[in-house]
């Protein structure tokens, strides 16, 4: 009965869909507050006499990803999840760190517009080519990806139009959900053997985020 | 150069996305004008003084749509683009047919929540059944889709919340796209040999709407 | 004192008003928690561990509505109110059943536009005739109605632009408010004599919702 | 075949009804254009370079209305359609003034609050009395009125929260709409004969706006 | 380290600070809560059934305010923290009182558009004068001030599209913040001696709201 | 008569002021037509079928901007006025490079939050000091600054929550607007002499952006 939801949640997990433009706050701040049972759109705001300046500061993003997994890259968010101060404000941040030949695979972000800022090395995407200082913008909800075409590390820093932007990354949500998706609906949609299908649903898929 | 745009197109032909609560309507009706050269934010109207009672008006939605095709489902849309009252009006309908057997495959809606009800037949989706006059929510951007595991044609009417609510077919997205995707890319992505990708690249990828 | 509040509150059972464009959602869902002593512009979530399939899940639309009342019309309404997983969506149904010249009173549904969808019988509306598989556009706010001109019964399904459209049915809301608009204003505004509005205020309002 | 236009236009000549909240402002102004035949959600702007600091301005509030109607009462509108400057601000206020007895009949704002101030006299709302230097706040399509109890002139300023409010006033609505509504239609909703019905529609419908 | 949040904090007790359009209403009503400690973007709304009529009403906007202080002038703010009914409904009121050449300084309100009605006197702004019964709209964000150039009072109500529509009295905000901004910026940012910036700081900040 | 407006347009000029949340976008991309006579709430957008990758690109956010300025630090700022993709996506991007001891001044962004990322050097904003990878969230419309307290140029990438997002420089807005405030008016909001503001306004205001 549940595994629909366990389908949604899955989804949650491995991307967390959301789908529209932040509405706009209405008062100066209002920190998330991650200890309260009372959920409503978005987030409970903690007691404003109790906010401190840290809630609006995070560290470390000169930090680079650990790149090593299949993928070849890693995503670190910066969002209301791990800096409670950007609850309502409709922005947050990723850093994202690229081995020589890395992939962020196709992915799309369901609430937000990513603006890429190439920081170091080489990317390709679609048939165009990034080079450090570049500026690139993937409108909201286009599926995109980037490969590091460098032999070199590639850094870029993502600015995003959410406080939680969300991702799909297509393969792991269509091979990977559990419950897995019937096999005879894969196999027709992909045009693909039932068997081509069962092996892509025993695989292992890498998040990079 | 504007290859990056063409895949952008390529994702708009098919799949138009759109990705966000429509906006308030500012008068009683905004019908749009498809003759406009003018593009804004929407579609622009018609002078209200040239508006007709059928600028509200669509006829044909008890029409069995085709479904003789690989997929063995049709959806037919009455949206902004062929009932023009829509314009600024948030919502839009469509009518999906399907052959016994028949799949509506995988896909989202970028920019609208669907509310799909059974009028005919048996209907599979995720682990669920649903039967004639079950109504089930699937909320914006949820990958979802119909399978038909009856003997007889099913048919179903679905409300979105959008006037131009969007589709993306993910296999057609990601193996259809024109540009092709680099092959490395998808390679990687999904863990098989390019000369899988290869392949799947080859296909005819069917458009049931 | 709070027969003020007595106004609104009946202008609230004789009719939800809610007048606006849905906010955008935050997370992938918030189904409606209707246990709550929470209240915040909308519907406090229920605790996303604890959602079920069936909270997105509503049966039995293909039912006849019970038109055995003085317009001989029945709208039986799904929306956040019987449909939790509608919460934070923007959208609802409505079915509409007809009895032989059976009428759905002028109404008006403040908070959405209604996509009217025949799908059994003939409807008259303004000076238009509606038949099977017809579709008419309501924009959100105008006074509209529909009046079954066959012989046989009729049935339609309504998609509304909000999780909770409301509905303001005139002839109740004017005559039959609790406690009763003076019978001053209402003789003035209509240009009818007193003893007119009280026989109009003395009379039993059907509510066909 | 217009008529049901027809029908549209005239609940907008009798009634501009507009049913959400104003989207956000884009730029620092958007004065409404009244030249242009681009029709947009809203009002086009004219030109940034020949705004004038009176595009912003209005005089004359201060003036009595006429209130020798059958009502006893006149709406002075300060909104997007004569203050052009107002546009894409989502604000306006109206100036009413009451004679003796006079009343400002049961209506809807379909698109804004109104908060009204009273400067002078009495008003009767519902079951309150309204004094000099009261505030009352009509939610949101609340249909709503006020009646002059006093002996002496009334005026009051409202403050609606619209560009271009709009106002359905019932009676004229439902009784003098052009086409007229179908008098079966009326009498069945009203419970009345339809030589009501038929007398009322032939009646002279004041507007006081 | 609390200190920003102090600044943060400091701003708001000087000035409400708020930066969008409201959302919409997604009920009839949703009376302020101020006994709640449940934070939200917004006000959590007190329970339906413990509405009363005076949610809605505000008395004494006839009074005038006291304009004894160093500007000479008074700001009467009605918004949802003393007329707790506007909740959701943005838009609010204020009443502003001006004694012969009083002041009311450069300010600017994040979150609403203002709509000023002068009922009584003379006002200067910018290079206009207004005179009783002009409107004057100052758009959202506008750095704006009024000076009483007349011998006697002055009244105006202001009218505001937000429930909140917050405050930033530039002077007070730059020099009477707590804690201080450093001396150091305030120098080169005003081209000044830091003498004049400690002078500044020590100074008595009238607030006229 | 136009000098409110030169007003106006100085503080656009001195300022791009916005003030609010950016709408949703209705199609997948709108990118800004800077050709167009026709003005709108954001920007009409260009032709889709003549959209070229490059309206989504930008480069060049490498090169340090040059601080050789009274306030040694400069702001390079990527939105809707250069980088066109970006209409209707609701994001944008600064570089602000600071020399040793540069000033970024008291400022506010009226229609965005902004959130800074120090790339470079140590930054000191309010009591807080920010080293490398530390990340700082200003919310929408609060005024804050940065000072370069190292000896070394710093250099910071802030992303904004708007495609237009606006800034207001405190300092120049009072003291270098275009027709000057009077200085009556400045004299009594800043408690100081008038010859204080007549130097004042007859010094040179930088602009770093």
């Known amino acids: ?4 939801v366990f389908a949604l ?3 949650v997990l491995a991307s967390t869909q ?5 509405p706009s706050q209405l008062q100066d701040f209002c920190v998330a507050d991650n200890t309260t049972n009372v959920f409503v759109n978005g987030v409970v705001c903690k007691n404003p006499a ?4 840290d809630d609006f500061f995070f560290s470390g993003l000169d930090k ?7 993928l070849g890259s890693k995503v670190t968010a910066v969002n209301v999840n791990n800096l409670f ?3 309502t404000l409709g922005i947050s941040l990723a850093r994202v760190d690229f081995a020589p030949y890395g ?22 995407l679609f048939t165009k080519t990034l080079n450090k200082g570049d500026v690139f913008v993937f409108p909201q909800g286009l599926i995109h990806f980037q490969l590091n075409i460098g032999r070199e590390n ?7 139009s959410s406080q939680n932007p969300g991702v799909i990354t297509v393969a792991n949500t269509v091979f990977g959900s559990n419950p897995a998706i019937n096999d005879d609906v894969l196999a027709k949609a992909f045009q693909v053997d039932k068997k081509v299908v069962d092996h892509l649903q025993s695989l292992f898929w890498t998040e990079n985020h």
Do not use: C, W
């Open 103 to 124: 992939l962020n695979p196709p992915h799309t972000h369901p609430r937000a517009t990513e603006v890429l800022t190439l920081l170091q090395g080489r990317l390709y």
């Open 1 to 4: 009965m549940a595994s629909y």
């Open 64 to 70: 680079t990803g650990n790149t090593k997994n299949a």
């Open 18 to 22: 959301a789908f529209a433009t932040d």
């Open 9 to 11: 949640v899955v989804l």
């Open 85 to 87: 101060g950007l609850n």
């Open 50 to 53: 109790l906010v401190k300046a």
């Open 154 to 160: 590639a850094v870029a820093i993502a600015a995003l």
